[in-house]
């Protein structure tokens, strides 16, 4: 079966609020078995949705459509459906009472927009909305559906799980959709794909390969369809079996993309603790450890040693030594991972040192050189990492390199 | 004019991936004077790409496309658009120069797969990629554009800005749009729009206005084209005069600006410094200050206080403070404040403490409970919050509640 989502708003189309809805409907509709056939993102205009629907609805079963239910002049999505599916407005009781329980609950009087809300086409089930005003409208066209939600992310994510996939399951029979990921880490997507090719080309037809670059990693993704969820995930661990053989020391993980995740557990698994010391990643090595919950029990702090004389200072680098070899360097990085390590009296730490750009750099020392170190009971390893010029880049990659780096020590 | 985007890939249709690269390129384009006319993202597919650009190019003057153009199998897209174009695939030496200089700073040989990327549409202006290996394809048909670009989002990005936007507004003569946006807290959009009915009703014609409801707050926007941006900027602003005269109380801010990048020009503008003391977001604060370029001349660093061990001997705060009110409490996130601005001799420093969740709460601190404290040459200034149940969300908006702190004081 296939499933469009089709979102409706200025504010995603030219770019200034991010389409996470697509993005959320898209994974929990794909999780139960569609196959998205395509995200088309529209403004709020009669015209606009009403070619959207009808050319979508020739190619596919199910249209989830979110924004323009509101209750505001520019929210244009409930009477252009009525206009599409013939229908004609009517008051529904049972809506009105809970937009006025709603709003007396929030302090306020009803007024003539939330009364509003409550008039719907005649020829669609409403959606109870139990975290907002604005009712979901469900409508049939012989076998498809066309489903109309608020924009809201949570008012639409509680609809989609409570009512809209528990009527769909109950309307469709679904197949079953398995994605089995690979992360790779250290090796770039064209050798990567040379070292795999032969592996690649005796995959069986039933399991589509992709390939998912991004900064510092690649991403392998195994697809499948069929009925059966342990059928499908044998037949990919065959496949898995082999790739592992191939290149095993690119693959961290089949689990979690997440490396801060798996150190969590990896930590925790040793009941071991952790400290950072950033210079170059500025705080987001600690954001990407403790945004994990229960990172609490490993993690216990980080300094952030922008200036020089908080590396002397908190974490006991030499200044002789920065003088010599420069704040980027590897004794001072060393210096500022066993610092931390014993300030803060854990069994392991990370520390980074680099010039993130877009100034800074020099000859010996481009923008986008990045020492690392992670100290250990037993050692303190260090490496150097040429990045490039973009700021946001090099700290993303110095953070992946670092957990990267841990995690091959535990 | 008219413009397209288009993402090809199956880890954005199946929501694996959220489309960043549409949100970007919307609001860059938009920004020069586009107007978004649709955003569909579609699979790797022959038919798919081939009949997307077919219909999109009879109703739009641009069509942007990202994804399928990297070193592998399931990369489809530029044999489809030489297909498409009825171009023929010639080697093309200034980016197999390119691609090999690339390859081999990064200390690898070329590849059968790098090679292949030097192999371009012989119809087509290649676009040099400055980041990666795959270079992005211009096409022209009559009036009409369509360019191709790799999906990785630092070398779309950087190809954009550098090259295309650039091609762009030499080739046609673009408008200028200026959205103005007001931020306001406090009212449910509902009651907003019966409030400024009256004013929105006067509205001139060349303004249009738009509601953006999120959790606790309405943005509204106002948009505006022509060819003057003076002239633009002054019509809106009479009507914001109006708005301002009706909603006071409701509108916070009507500043489009990321917080810490405006925190940097006050700091700089005082030449003041900052340091932060965080527990509860875990270094994100401090992430958020050094991703802006130059922070280093203000930002010195951060102690993340996760353990209470590293908020005592760190950062001086008094162990039986902690015992008498929690660690989530006025009187430590004052003590961390003031501990790290002493420590770090800093002008400004901010701290946190609370409970991100999941777990952790209890009836009197529930999970979403924040302090922040912010310290200032002549004061600690703290703030309680009640902020919700979802982790990365508590991390999110105790950070920006935060830095709002801090620009109130500075």
Redesign the interface.
């Known amino acids: 079966m296939k499933l469009d989502i089709l979102t409706i ?12 809805n ?7 509709l ?1 999780d139960v078995g569609f196959e ?9 205009g009669e015209a ?1 949705i009403l070619s959207a629907v009808d050319a979508a609805l020739k190619l596919t079963d199910v249209i989830l459509i979110t924004g323009g239910l ?6 244009l999505t409930m009477p252009v459906l009525n206009k599409y599916f013939g229908g004609k407005l009517v008051k529904n009781d049972e809506i009105y009472e809970h937009i006025e329980q709603l ?1 007396l609950s ?1 302090g ?1 009087k009803m ?4 009364q509003t ?1 409550a008039i719907v086409p005649d020829n669609c089930k409403p959606i109870m909305n139990h975290n907002g ?1 604005a009712p979901g409208l469900w409508f049939t066209k012989g076998n498809k559906v066309v489903v109309a939600m608020p924009g ?3 008012e639409m994510k509680a609809m989609v799980t409570d009512s809209i996939i528990p009527l769909l399951k109950e309307k469709y029979q679904l197949p079953t959709i398995l ?1 089995q990921m690979v992360y790779t880490q250290g090796i ?4 990567l ?2 070292k795999i090719e032969d592996w ?1 080309n005796q995959l069986p037809t039933s399991i589509k ?7 510092g990693r690649v991403k392998l ?1 195994l ?1 499948s369809v069929g009925e059966e969820k342990t059928v499908l995930q044998e037949n990919i661990n065959v496949e898995l079996d082999k790739l592992y053989q191939l290149i095993p020391e690119f693959i961290y993980s089949i689990e979690d993309e997440n490396i801060a995740a798996l150190i969590s557990k990896l930590l925790n698994a040793n009941q071991a603790t952790i400290a ?1 010391a ?1 210079s170059c ?7 990407l ?3 994990i ?4 029990t490993y ?9 020089n ?2 590396k002397v ?2 974490l006991g680098v030499d200044t002789s030594v920065i003088e010599q070899y420069g704040a980027v360097s590897q004794q001072v990085v060393e210096q500022m991972a066993a610092g931390v390590r014993s ?3 854990t069994d392991y730490a990370i520390a980074t040192s680099g010039i ?5 750099g020099s000859d010996q020392k481009p923008v986008g050189t990045v020492w690392v170190a992670v100290a250990t009971p037993n050692e303190v390893i260090a490496k150097k990492f040429e990045f ?6 090099n ?1 993303e990659r110095s953070a992946i390199a670092a957990l990267g780096m841990l995690r091959n020590v535990l």
Not at 70 to 75: A, E, H, Q, S, V
């Open positions: 708003g200025d504010e995603l189309l030219i770019g200034q609020t991010l389409n996470t697509a993005f959320w409907m898209a994974k929990a794909n998205i056939r395509q995200q088309l993102t529209i403004s709020d606009e509101g209750p505001t002049n520019d929210d709003i929030r306020y007024n003539k927009n939330n809300q005003t809201v992310p949570y994605h770039p997507e064209s050798m794909a040379e690649e390969l992709a390939y998912l670059p991004s900064a993704r697809s950072t950033e990643t500025g705080g987001y090595i600690a954001h450890i403790t945004k919950a229960g990172s609490s993690f216990k702090g980080s300094v952030i040693a922008y200036a004389e908080i200072n908190e300030k803060m009296n993130a750009g877009p100034s800074g490039g010029k973009q700021r946001e880049v700290i």
